[in-house]
């Protein structure tokens, strides 16, 4: 999980947040959520900000809705308040189980997909913006793509031999290949005191609380987290074990609690949503049962705190292929969506080229919201639709037709 100390800063710099602040706003976040989760839920569980969510923060609502990161840390705030409050009320089951599997896995391979697009970008190996088209191939013989592409290159290889930390292992090497052949500059020292969190410690901006865009973003906050959240826990409960004969993983709720109070926490920190990572499974698999094993890893995420001069200095061609590993691993779910089912593959289909094509995670998914109830009442299949998505229905229309031109 070390890689998102590295990645995460890079990503919300984009949205304007100064880099060094935010890598202490993130690896705090990793440690103190994860402590959460050692001593409240007592579960090999690690907590961190979510990749997806950075990238629709940054990129979606920073640099294509128009928001500022302040208004964006705001609506991430309220989103974590609300989970809060959804957990603890249990309602979170009757919105979480009314969002049908197609869909939970298109938004999965949608946001994949955009994150492999701004990593390919990021890599100089996809160029935007030019006049012959709207994409076309990079110079991929510049000397900081070729570091790119050696540095994926050697992500994916380790990868296919389940090398562990493979992402890591491939950024370090990419970023020493990139200070020794002059490309980028390095660090000045190795070691530091936590860079300041002052620039962006409570730093929301509520202004916007009653607007549109704010609306929008809060709910697609909030449903991503819900999603990946549920994915995540029973995913890494299954590999331990954890899961009862139903499938389901018994006291649930209090690992939820912990990714929205460490939701809440990042806003304030100054960073996006938090939730157990699916890497938490390397844990279980190497003998992690209980809380202790979290408590190892928020003690490790408090010590990258001093390593900030290295980590901070990272360059894009070293950290942007990890962004497409990531979003290769979320793809993998696109095999799960049922195509032979033109009501569910449709609005599937609609979601995961919207997120990518639009640049706009939340376009994809109220589209979703929307198109899947409607095919399902035209196949004949409406009373399979349950209540909680006809909410879902009616918020993204109303979104939709209140969106800003």
Request: charged share 10%; hydrophobic share 55%; aromatic share 10%.
């Amino acid at each position: 999980m070390a890689y998102i100390v590295v990645v995460n800063p890079a990503i919300m710099e984009a949205a304007g947040i100064p880099k060094d602040a935010s890598m202490t706003a993130t690896a705090l976040t990793a440690a103190l959520g994860t402590l959460l989760m050692a001593f409240y839920a007592n579960r090999p569980f690690a907590i961190a900000p979510y990749m997806g969510e950075n990238a629709f923060i940054a990129y979606t609502v920073c640099l294509g809705m128009g928001l500022s990161w302040r208004s964006a840390l705001a609506a991430v705030f309220v989103s974590g308040i609300l989970f809060i409050i959804l957990t603890v009320t249990k309602i979170r089951s009757f919105l979480a189980d009314a969002i049908p599997t197609s869909l939970r896995f298109s938004f999965a391979s949608g946001i994949g997909l955009f994150l492999a697009f701004i990593g390919l970008v990021g890599m100089g190996v996809v160029q935007v913006g030019t006049e012959s088209a709207p994409v076309r191939l990079g110079s991929i013989t510049e000397p900081h793509v070729l570091v790119s592409i050696v540095t994926l290159l050697i992500m994916g290889v380790l990868s296919v031999h389940k090398v562990p930390g493979a992402i890591l292992i491939a950024i370090s090497i990419g970023t020493v290949v990139a200070f020794v052949s002059g490309i980028e500059s390095g660090p000045v020292a190795v070691f530091s005191m936590p860079p300041s969190l002052a620039p962006i410690f409570a730093k929301l901006d509520f202004g916007e609380a009653l607007s549109p865009s704010f609306v929008n973003v809060t709910l697609v906050i909030l449903v991503m987290a819900f999603l990946d959240t549920i994915a995540t826990l029973l995913a890494v409960a299954s590999v331990a074990n954890f899961l009862d004969k139903d499938g389901n993983l018994p006291h649930i709720e209090k690992p939820m609690l912990c990714d929205a109070i460490a939701t809440t926490l990042a806003a304030i920190l100054g960073t996006t949503t938090a939730g157990a990572y699916i890497e938490s499974a390397s844990g279980v698999r190497s003998g992690g049962r209980t809380g202790l094993t979290a408590l190892v890893v928020a003690i490790l995420f408090f010590l990258t705190l001093f390593f900030a001069p290295i980590l901070t200095s990272v360059p894009k061609c070293a950290y942007a292929p990890a962004l497409v590993l990531v979003g290769a691993s979320m793809m993998t779910t696109i095999t799960r969506i049922p195509f032979d089912k033109s009501e569910e593959a449709i609005p599937a289909f609609i979601v995961i080229v919207l997120m990518s094509f639009t640049y706009n995670i939340a376009i994809g998914m109220t589209a979703g919201f929307v198109l899947y109830p409607l095919f399902m009442l035209a196949s004949g299949r409406g009373k399979e639709v349950k209540p909680g998505m006809w909410v879902f229905f009616v918020i993204s229309l109303v979104l939709f037709a209140i969106y800003p031109a």
